[in-house]
């Protein structure tokens, strides 16, 4: 089976641009989660899609967004980009059945300039 | 609210020494504990988990994790580690027996594994 995958894998916007990343996940998996991945804090959930509805949400302003399609792919949107939003995002997804296993992707590098 | 600290940010070891790797995380429920491991250049990959039963489990590349409830920890360990080890670790831990899109990651800890 094909992985996780995430398109674009490197981005460099300016501040106050907007921008868009969508994530594949594995074929059957229906839990779609997006992380940002930074030095300085970690790795911090963003928020959780199932059946096209976000399903939990993490501590980020309402700049980031997101949503997911009928066949399971998402896309975060981030709005209005600030400096501080350069970061890696990642993609991961699950079958949803009881306690899971989430599977990564690797991966969009963004940096705002 | 939950969270995960891990205790080691840089741990440097030579080759053949034994690894041990600190996890506490907070919560008083039902967790679901992981292990994730990030190589230079790789995306995150999983090295092993915790759902119920047999509080020792292993996993991939000789690695192995011990829960202990009493302590609310998760402790990774491989007896002998190898130069191929370099890599970052993660430990994430998500609460519950249902769903469990959102996991809490503690800060990583960077192994460097001297030749």
């Known amino acids: 089976k094909a992985g996780v995958t995430q398109t674009p894998r490197y981005l460099i916007k300016t501040r106050g641009q907007q921008v868009t990343l969508s994530c594949s996940p594995i074929?059957?998996?229906?839990?779609v989660s997006w992380y940002q991945q930074t030095p300085g804090q970690g790795l911090q959930f963003l928020f959780e899609?199932?059946?096209?509805?976000?399903?939990n949400k993490g501590n980020f302003p309402g700049r980031f967004s997101g949503r997911q399609f009928s066949n399971s792919r998402s896309e975060m949107n981030v709005s209005t980009l600030e400096l501080g939003d350069s970061a890696l995002y990642l993609c991961?997804?699950?079958?949803?059945?009881?306690?899971?296993?989430?599977?990564f992707g690797p991966g969009t590098r963004l940096t705002v300039l | 609210a939950q969270s995960v600290s891990q205790h080691n940010h840089h741990v440097i070891l030579s080759e053949a020494a034994s690894l041990e790797l600190g996890c506490n995380y907070s919560?008083?429920?039902?967790?679901?504990l992981f292990w994730y491991v990030q190589y230079p250049g790789q995306h995150l990959q999983l090295l092993l988990k915790?759902?119920?039963?047999?509080?020792l489990v292993k996993g991939i590349k000789g690695f192995e994790a011990e829960f202990i409830k009493s302590k609310f920890s998760f402790n990774l360990r491989k007896p002998s580690v190898q130069w191929s080890d370099t890599a970052e670790y993660f430990c994430a831990v998500t609460s519950g027996s249902g769903n469990t899109g959102k996991l809490i990651f503690g800060q990583g800890t960077t192994l460097q594994v001297k030749p």
């Open positions: 915790y759902f119920s039963g047999d509080p």
């Open positions: 899609y199932f059946s096209e509805t976000q399903r």
């Open positions: 074929s059957g998996h229906r839990s």
């Open positions: 919560y008083g429920g039902t967790v679901n």
């Open positions: 991961a997804s699950s079958l949803d059945s009881g306690p899971d296993t989430q599977y």
